[in-house]
């Protein structure tokens, strides 16, 4: 939907009126305003370069607009991480197109480094003359030192050296520059050292193979479920989110953009999940994209070994993130304070990860693809663990900030990691106790139907054993074939979330804090991803009219871009949450695979069906 619109006056843009761009290194939003207003380099998780988003006054910021801009618009090159940003004025029209750009020989299909190091900020009169704005402020002091090509910026809070170059003389890194029809600057800022640049290269050639690598691997996805253009975007923001030097996916590209505005439901999210990232690569797997999984599971493997436990979540190379620390310089988007650096989470105990891992080795193996004898021993290790760990108590799939609780998800993800180790001994003739997980998987898909239903309320609830409220995570169950969605108390479940999590026209809570104790005891906005569960639940009972209309509904929340945040405002529809937010795109790869499949008649799951039988 490429329409112009006023920019709004308001002094934060709203979370939906940016896009992403990056290299699978770090990335960038871009603001319908022309601003760059939050860019981690040189990696998802460094310390934020410019981050006005998050303050508008002191987090920094690269600007490229035009003096008394009225209306904008953007879109994406086709097939591409490449943006464009129309801008209008009273006296004219600038286009500005950003990318970080990629290297010659860049092949995203396999995990190595494509990024150059290097942001390129293209504009060009369409009609008409401008006067434009160009301001690079980073975070924090910065030292400006005039060189023969352009600038140098010392940047210490960000421990980086800046390479600020043009395709005319800059004044300084604030400045404006009279432009008319047909004249156009190219910016260029570097933070690579001098050996990974590529010298000799006019740039213009460098955006090009930028966007000939982009459609290079865009090409791979599937090109026939319903919203086609929303799957390939949804494929091409997730792969802005894998680290692609060693498969790890971060979360989403932000830190602390709010669940609640006014709320402290405040978190960074620029680390690696293993359950987000297993989500990620398991839908990447269904649109024709198999090769992210392997890289996945070696890097969270490896991660997992490296202390001697199994955590949440990692830094991107596969390390405990840092403490999560409160950051009392800035103000918060929209004034929606605390801002938070690092996340607690990953001290806390979750016990899903043992199925998420086994999941995705089972895709991984059930699709023709060897699993090495090293990488099953420690898969098998993580099975013999899941065995126990499902009776203790943990802080589940949404990481409440109480003390830990028997719930169901954690449960039924470590049935997961049971019958999946059990699958994987049995067809690949590998070591270990085949027969004991699968009758244990068997117990404990009993024990979750029996101790999880509650008769007062028709439905699963989110604890084992002990009353407990509704959760939109129970969703999840079919789709991990802990039980089919068709199951009558399924079906009842489906029912009872639709009715008391509903927030209207198809959008979901996760659970009602009062009911579910998260320590924080406050609303947020509607979670995504439980919407998108809806619907493979309701095309797996055999509703898929129901569905499909629920799917339409859904992607008609989508930003003019095909971008989706972690929540949204019932009440006005915004954006909440950190943006964009890879599980929300997972969710809609997921369903449109799912419907596509359930109008021809095929299981969702064909690759992997004979597995379960």
Same mark, same amino acid.
């Given at each position: ?67 008394? +801009?009225?209306? =904008? ?19 004219? @029209? @600038? ?9 010659? $020989? ?23 003359? @401008? ?89 791979? @996805? ?67 994209? /198999? ?9 969270? +493997? ?20 840092? /403490? ?69 108590? $943990? ?22 990691? *049971? ?24 117990? +404990? ?25 509704? $959760?939109? =995570? *129970? ?40 009911? =579910? ?56 529809? =915004? ?39």
């Amino acid at each position: 939907m490429n329409v112009w619109s006023p920019v709004p006056p308001q002094d934060y843009l709203p979370i939906k009126d940016h896009g992403l761009i990056g290299d699978g290194r770090g990335c960038a939003l871009v603001g319908r305003d022309g601003a760059i207003s939050f860019m981690c380099v040189p990696r998802f998780d460094a310390p934020p370069l410019f981050c006005s988003l998050l303050d508008r006054h002191r987090g920094g910021s690269f600007l490229l607009t035009p003096d008394g +801009l009225r209306l =904008s618009r953007q879109h994406y090159v086709e097939d591409t991480g490449v943006l464009v940003t129309d801008l209008r004025t009273d006296t004219g @029209v @600038v286009e500005v197109t950003d990318a970080f750009l990629l290297r010659p $020989d860049a092949q995203l299909e396999v995990d190595a480094p494509v990024g150059a190091g290097e942001l390129v900020r293209h504009a060009r009169v369409t009609r008409g003359s @401008v006067d434009l704005r160009v301001l690079v402020q980073p975070r924090g002091e910065t030292q400006a030192e005039r060189q023969t090509a352009g600038w140098r910026l010392t940047c210490p809070q960000q421990s980086l050296k800046l390479y600020l170059t043009a395709s005319r003389p800059l004044p300084g890194p604030r400045c404006t520059l009279p432009l008319s029809h047909g004249e156009d600057l190219w910016i260029r800022l570097r933070w690579s050292d001098q050996r990974d640049a590529v010298p000799g290269r006019p740039v213009s050639q460098r955006l090009d193979n930028t966007v000939r690598a982009w459609r290079r691997w865009s090409a791979f @996805v599937v090109d026939d479920p319903p919203r086609a253009d929303l799957v390939r975007r949804s494929a091409i923001t997730l792969k802005l989110l894998d680290y692609v030097e060693n498969g790890a996916i971060v979360a989403a590209p932000t830190s602390s953009l709010p669940e609640r505005i006014g709320g402290d439901r405040n978190w960074d999210y620029r680390y690696a999940w293993i359950r987000d990232a297993a989500y990620t690569v398991f839908a990447l797997r269904r649109i024709g994209l /198999p090769d992210e999984a392997g890289g996945f599971l070696q890097w969270a +493997l490896t991660a997992a070994w490296r202390d001697g436990r199994l955590r949440v979540l990692y830094d991107v190379d596969g390390r405990p993130p840092p /403490p999560e620390v409160i950051d009392d310089e800035l103000e918060g988007y929209r004034r929606s304070a605390p801002v938070r650096w690092g996340n607690a989470a990953a001290e806390q105990i979750q016990h899903d990860v043992y199925g998420e891992l086994l999941d995705c080795a089972f895709q991984w193996a059930a699709t023709g693809r060897p699993l090495r004898t090293g990488l099953w021993h420690r898969l098998s290790g993580l099975a013999e663990q899941a065995r126990t760990a499902w009776r203790t108590p $943990d802080h589940g799939i949404w990481e409440v900030r109480t003390h830990g609780r028997p719930f169901t998800y954690s449960a039924a993800m470590c049935q997961v990691a *049971l019958d999946r180790a059990a699958r994987l001994a049995t067809r690949l003739n590998l070591p270990g106790d085949a027969n004991t997980w699968a009758a244990e998987a068997r117990y +404990l898909a009993g024990r979750i139907i029996h101790d999880a239903w509650d008769e007062r309320m028709n439905s699963f609830t989110e604890h084992l054993g002990e009353r407990g409220g509704l $959760d939109a =995570s *129970l969703l999840a169950l079919p789709l991990r074939r802990v039980l089919p969605a068709d199951h009558p108390r399924m079906v009842a479940t489906t029912q009872a979330i639709t009715e008391r999590l509903g927030a209207g026209d198809g959008l979901l809570y996760r659970y009602l804090p009062q009911e =579910s104790p998260d320590g924080l005891n406050e609303p947020e906005g509607a979670f995504l991803l439980g919407s998108f569960w809806l619907v493979d639940n309701l095309a797996g009972q055999g509703r898929v009219d129901e569905a499909s209309e629920l799917f339409d509904t859904l992607c008609s929340y989508a930003s003019p871009l095909g971008l989706f945040a972690e929540q949204i405002d019932p009440a006005d529809r =915004s954006f909440l949450g950190n943006f964009p937010q890879a599980l929300s795109h997972v969710g809609l790869l997921s369903s449109a695979v799912v419907l596509a499949r359930a109008e021809r008649g095929v299981r969702p799951e064909l690759s992997t069906h004979a597995w379960f039988q």
